[in-house]
């Protein structure tokens, strides 16, 4: 069972930058898919990117493409999700989640499909 911690989450300004990060232990970060997720008060649990471990290749929202950037360190066991200019709209706890039979979808995978998650960071973006 492979298991997942976030941190680096925070209150930033819009505008502002941050970088996410999910230690993964228990398993090797090679095997998995790991995905980020967001979840706002009221709002149902959405993709936010996602990479595959067996080519590298990345998924990004709608939402977030061209401000989100995933990227992976095997030999840390940690996967980064660097999110530039951030908006209010931002705002929510964010997830990373990790599944070993996975390929990310590239139009997006639900949060369903996932079966390893982290406990969350929230990032709040307000002036």
């Known amino acids: 069972q492979v298991q997942l911690v976030e941190s680096g989450g925070g209150l930033v300004q819009p505008g502002e930058s941050l970088t996410l990060s999910c230690a993964v232990s228990?398993?090797?970060?090679?095997?998995?898919?790991i995905g980020w997720f967001r979840q706002a008060p009221g709002k149902e649990r959405e993709e936010v990117s996602c990479?595959?471990?067996?080519?590298?290749?990345?998924y990004y929202a709608d939402s977030v493409k061209g401000r989100v950037s995933l990227s992976r360190d095997n030999a840390k066991k940690t996967v980064f999700l660097q999110m530039n200019s951030l908006k209010p709209e931002d705002t929510a706890a964010y997830y990373c989640?990790?599944?070993?039979?996975?390929?990310?979808?590239?139009?997006?995978?639900?949060?369903?499909?996932?079966?390893?998650w982290g406990q969350g960071t929230q990032v709040t973006v307000s002036s």
């Open positions: 228990g398993s090797t970060l090679g095997y998995h898919a």
């Open positions: 989640a990790a599944d070993a039979d996975l390929y990310c979808s590239e139009i997006g995978n639900s949060w369903r499909d996932f079966t390893s």
């Open positions: 990479i595959n471990s067996s080519d590298g290749s990345t």
